[in-house]
């Protein structure tokens, strides 16, 4: 069941096509956002042209909608389901990202921009096909139920 939910989630992540707003985007998201649910923005980040040695950077924002505080969690994690072309991460792509604030509670209808860096080793071999991770933002509701939202990072070697 949790499985399903995570999945649902993450659909409608991709549907709503939040889109990107740092590296590569379209339009504005904002008139998507709601105030009383938990979001985070953007939904989607597509990094172009990667090389050895290169540091990205791109902030995502995490919105709590609920009545209560929570604690947020954020990290890096491999795709439970790749986008159609996309490979899953290199080995070791997990040690390349770095996240200012991993772990924080929000109160009700406060968000937090968090700045995450991406930077690939000098000495790194890279895929040559296009490849996808995804940054995690969980949370407990109800003192039972875990939840998560995803920031699905695609790398674009093409």
């Known amino acids: 069941m949790k499985k399903k939910v995570v999945f649902l989630v993450l659909l409608f992540l991709v549907l ?12 504005d998201s ?3 956002i709601s105030n009383d649910i938990t979001w985070i923005s953007p939904g989607i980040v597509e990094i172009e042209r990667l090389l050895p040695g290169s540091e990205v950077e791109f902030s995502l924002t995490v919105h709590s909608g609920d009545i209560d505080s929570k604690w947020f969690t954020v990290s890096y994690s491999k795709p439970v389901i790749l986008r159609e072309e996309y490979l899953s991460p290199p080995l070791g792509a997990g040690d390349w990202i ?3 604030e991993s ?3 929000l109160g009700p209808g406060e968000s937090r921009d968090l700045l995450i860096t991406f930077k690939v080793p000098k000495d790194t071999k890279l895929p040559t096909s296009s490849w996808e991770f995804w940054v995690t933002v969980r949370w407990t509701q109800s003192n039972t139920v875990n939840t998560e939202l995803s920031c699905r990072v695609l790398i674009n070697v093409r």
């Open 103 to 105: 772990s924080f509670i």
């Open 30 to 32: 904002s008139v998507l």
């Open 16 to 27: 709503v096509g939040m889109g990107s707003s740092l590296i590569k985007g379209s339009g």
């Open 98 to 100: 770095s996240i200012d």
